[in-house]
């Protein structure tokens, strides 16, 4: 069964830092390209960021540049945000996504239950 | 960036009847419009991509479709299992956007 499983979200305060993890199975992750989603609550989807399949290449929104960084270990099928100088506005549910076409292109097909970051005093 | 805006943000309808949602990108995107349905407390779920093509194991009911930069989303028959809100999203270019959403509720 192709599954993504994301962990890592938490309570954490403001100018905190936070890794977000996402585990593949199902799928030969290393040829997929993947990207991360936020919602804040009562809110609306937000693309986060975005990693080819070999890693080269990656992509930000104009919210967490320089400030989040998006990652893979493809010996280990797993995706990373690491997410520095966190602000209230960052609190949401983090999915993570696979995009259904080689090497890095089409929609999102597969999504992750999705993780909580919480950034509050 | 392209922005992609999305009409109505809520929509009432009863069990039955066609409901059509709107999409219009700011730019060209060719046909690189997936629609989704999120659930609350869910995940989304990919309905359908590039413009007018269904998802396998989505209900025939969701078509799509596209009139140079607007796209349409339409529900034939509103069922009640479809009570969510829909996204759409260009993957033309990077950074990938979605539309604001629209919530669909049974009168």
């Known amino acids: 069964e192709v599954q993504l499983l994301e962990s890592g979200g938490g309570l954490v305060q403001p100018g905190g830092s936070l890794r977000l993890s996402c585990t593949a199975s199902?799928?030969?992750?290393?040829?997929?390209?993947m990207s991360w989603v936020r919602q804040a609550p009562g809110k609306g989807l937000e693309w986060v960021s975005g990693?080819?399949?070999?890693?080269?290449?990656?992509y930000y929104g104009d919210s967490v540049k320089g400030r989040f960084t998006i990652s893979r270990d493809n010996s280990k099928n797993t995706l990373y945000l690491q997410m520095n100088s966190l602000r209230v506005g960052d609190t949401a549910v983090y999915y993570c996504?696979?995009?259904?076409?080689?090497?890095?292109?089409?929609?999102?097909?597969?999504w992750g239950q999705g993780t909580m970051v919480t950034v509050s005093t | 960036d392209i922005q992609m805006t999305q009409s109505p943000s809520t929509l009432s309808a009863s069990v039955g009847d066609r409901v059509t949602i709107t999409c219009r990108a700011s730019?060209?995107?060719?046909?690189?419009l997936a629609w989704y349905q999120q659930k609350p407390g869910k995940a989304p779920k990919l309905l359908i991509y590039?413009?007018?093509s269904l998802e396998g194991g989505v209900p025939s009911r969701f078509s799509g479709s596209e009139s140079g930069t607007e796209f349409t989303l339409a529900i034939s028959s509103l069922q009640p299992d479809d009570i969510a809100t829909y996204y759409c999203?260009?993957?033309?270019?990077?950074?990938?956007?979605f539309g604001g959403g629209t919530k669909v509720e049974i009168k």
């Open positions: 730019q060209s995107i060719r046909s690189w």
């Open positions: 590039k413009a007018s």
């Open positions: 990693i080819n399949g070999g890693g080269e290449n990656t």
């Open positions: 999203q260009q993957y033309n270019s990077y950074p990938l956007t």
């Open positions: 199902g799928f030969t992750f290393s040829t997929y390209g």
């Open positions: 996504a696979k995009r259904s076409r080689l090497p890095d292109a089409g929609p999102f097909d597969i």
